[in-house]
């Protein structure tokens, strides 16, 4: 790489807008990987080779600054052990489970209600306050959520009978809600030894998942096209989108940092339709529209 190359490349990696975009693109392509996965390999499995491989990667490129810091994370280990339990092991497991009963485009959806979810429990269980604009925006948002789920069926929303994987979704959002929530009690470290700690939690606490998913006769170890997925999972999401967002949120804030998020559904909804050829139907886009604009009010009804 020439001189000039190098200098707008180091421009480009270390503008946070970019870093932000980068991060919510793979993620959403989170998306069409988790269908891609239905019947290459099972979805416990995916949870704990997802992680076990993000684990090792950090434990080879950063392992220096893990020796450094690992002692002020060991007397937090309860907190650890919860928060990997709720974010990542437990919200991942629901996950990849509901891809197999779910379409692409429902899965972009819910998990884009997440922010909302963050709100609602930071009110119910922090007592933080919201305005009327912020509960309006919710409002939105949550009918957007059961537009998607319901595939516009009124009677489907009447009689709630909506699909077991959307239900999962919205069971994992709560999950990573509580997660979102309760990381304000993490540990003074690094964001990236706080991660590593979450990421080898995770792999102990997926064994049993694997274990009950073989003994159900349900295991399917990936084939070279599981594998592929695999690597697309524990190196872009897992990785290297994480350490992309932490560095756009110390350079902007989590405020600013948080509209991003947005862009996921957007992202796994169209990725959804332009690999899996999924149909995107008036109701998807109507869904998608309420979900995002509901998170937009609420994030523009956020006191100064």
Known sequence: MLPGQSSRFTALVG??????????????G?????RMAVGEISPMLVVLLRWLFAFLLLGLFARRQ????????????????????????GYNALYYSAAHYTRGANIAIIQGSTPIVVLLLGFFIYRQKLNAIQIGGALVTIIG???????GDWQVISHLAFNRGDLWLLIASIA??????????????????????LAAVSCV????????????????????????????????PS???QIAYIRAVGIVGPGRASIFYNLVPVFGATLSTLILGEAFSSFDFLALCLVIGGILIAEWGKPK
């Open 176 to 197: 990573y809600a509580f997660y979102t929530l309760k990381l304000r009690e993490r540990p003074q470290c690094s964001a990236l030894v706080f991660f590593t700690a």
């Open 66 to 89: 893990i020796m450094a810091e690992y002692r002020l994370v060991l007397p937090h280990w309860r907190m650890i052990v919860l928060l990997s339990a709720l974010g990542y092991t």
């Open 145 to 151: 959520v059961m537009v998607s789920a319901s595939h």
């Open 239 to 241: 990785l290297l989108c």
């Open 205 to 236: 606490t997926a064994i049993p998942l694997v274990i009950w998913e073989a003994w159900q006769g349900a295991l399917i170890w990936p084939g070279t096209k599981g594998w592929v997925l695999i690597a697309y999972i524990s190196v872009l």
């Open 15 to 28: 503008n946070p807008y970019v870093l932000l975009v980068f991060t919510t693109l793979f993620w959403g």
């Open 30 to 34: 989170n998306v069409p990987a988790s």
